[in-house]
């Protein structure tokens, strides 16, 4: 089976990298930035000239960008070359209902699609542990499984088309609600004499645990926001789950808290900077 890898970025290079290495056929790459594609042929990946070429040539098709509108212009783009022989894998994380759209698209051309966003790390995804969610016809989930398995460790059947990424947000969701917690009681800690260090102990004594401070603690101590996954993506997934709650009429007040500490970073033009730099905005800095 020959795949094919559009979306080389933060994420997308070490998924695809690790495709290179363990699969045993041919990996056609594209990516809107031509120093990457490069990156990915030093590995053993066949360059393409573009997202329709990538198309042409595979039997398997990921997908790894930003934002919803970047997945639906890049399986517009390759509708022509769509058939019953393709299947489409989308591992973005955006919009269900635009994730459906696309979903619809592709299997009005008899190929197959399905939604399978990740979850954890950079880390993560170059030691190809991620978390992956599936949302898919379920007879579909054997097919890509063994695809699947090639970058993540965790492998989860969510449901049909969307029901991959609806997890995806929520779970994206609940770490910045954790993370609004340490934000903001590490502050107040600190404002009475608390150091982080006595802090981040204490708090693994007890109830409030938890993997967001195990890792970011360093980095928060030594304010290095070097960018592993960037405010405005997160900014980006608490939006979408802010529509997803509106269009069923359910109230998150915790969701609310959070993306204003996210709209504050984006008015500072943080965006950049990893979303563990909202502390700075919880802190006062």
């Given at each position: 089976?020959?795949?094919?890898f559009?979306?080389?970025?933060?994420?997308?290079?070490?998924?695809?990298?690790?495709?290179?290495?363990?699969?045993?056929?041919?990996?056609?790459?594209?990516?809107?930035?031509?120093?990457?594609?490069?990156?990915?042929?030093?590995?053993?990946?066949?360059?393409?000239?573009?997202?329709?070429?990538?198309?042409k040539n595979?039997d398997?098709?990921?997908t790894?960008?930003?934002?919803?509108?970047?997945?639906?212009?890049?399986?517009?783009?390759?509708?022509?070359?769509?058939?019953s022989?393709?299947?489409?894998?989308?591992?973005?994380?955006?919009?269900?209902?635009?994730?459906?759209?696309?979903?619809?698209?592709?299997?009005?051309?008899?190929?197959?699609?399905?939604?399978?966003p990740?979850?954890?790390?950079?880390?993560?995804?170059?030691d190809?542990?991620?978390?992956?969610?599936?949302?898919?016809?379920?007879?579909?989930?054997?097919?890509?499984?063994?695809?699947l398995?090639?970058?993540?460790?965790?492998?989860?059947?969510?449901?049909?088309?969307?029901?991959?990424?609806?997890?995806?947000?929520?779970?994206?969701?609940?770490?910045?609600?954790?993370q609004?917690?340490?934000?903001?009681?590490?502050?107040?800690?600190?404002?009475?004499?608390?150091?982080?260090?006595?802090?981040?102990?204490?708090?693994?004594y007890?109830?409030?645990?938890?993997?967001?401070?195990?890792?970011?603690k360093?980095?928060?101590?030594?304010?290095?926001?070097?960018?592993?996954f960037?405010?405005?993506?997160?900014?980006?997934?608490?939006?979408?789950?802010?529509?997803?709650?509106?269009?069923?009429?359910?109230?998150?007040?915790?969701?609310?808290?959070?993306?204003?500490?996210?709209?504050?970073?984006?008015?500072?033009?943080?965006?950049?900077?990893?979303?563990?730099?909202t502390y700075?905005?919880?802190?006062?800095?």
């Amino acid at each position: 089976m020959k795949i094919g890898f559009i979306g080389l970025g933060i994420m997308g290079e070490s998924m695809c990298e690790n495709i290179v290495k363990k699969h045993n056929d041919k990996v056609y790459v594209s990516d809107h930035k031509r120093s990457q594609i490069e990156k990915l042929a030093n590995f053993g990946a066949v360059p393409c000239e573009n997202n329709t070429e990538v198309a042409k040539n595979a039997d398997l098709i990921i997908t790894m960008v930003p934002k919803s509108e970047h997945v639906k212009e890049v399986y517009t783009e390759i509708l022509p070359v769509i058939d019953s022989t393709k299947i489409c894998i989308d591992m973005s994380t955006i919009d269900p209902a635009v994730s459906v759209e696309c979903a619809n698209m592709i299997k009005a051309k008899g190929a197959q699609f399905a939604d399978c966003p990740v979850v954890k790390s950079k880390s993560a995804a170059i030691d190809g542990t991620l978390g992956i969610l599936i949302g898919a016809d379920e007879e579909l989930v054997p097919v890509i499984k063994p695809i699947l398995v090639y970058m993540g460790t965790n492998i989860k059947y969510m449901g049909g088309n969307g029901a991959g990424l609806v997890m995806k947000i929520c779970s994206n969701a609940m770490v910045a609600a954790v993370q609004n917690g340490v934000n903001e009681t590490m502050a107040l800690a600190q404002k009475w004499g608390v150091s982080i260090d006595d802090y981040a102990e204490a708090i693994s004594y007890g109830s409030g645990k938890n993997f967001y401070l195990e890792v970011q603690k360093e980095n928060l101590k030594n304010e290095d926001w070097t960018t592993a996954f960037s405010l405005e993506n997160e900014h980006k997934d608490l939006g979408i789950c802010e529509r997803m709650a509106e269009k069923v009429g359910f109230e998150m007040p915790g969701l609310k808290a959070c993306k204003n500490v996210y709209d504050k970073g984006m008015e500072r033009d943080m965006g950049k900077l990893d979303f563990r730099s909202t502390y700075k905005i919880v802190k006062g800095d």
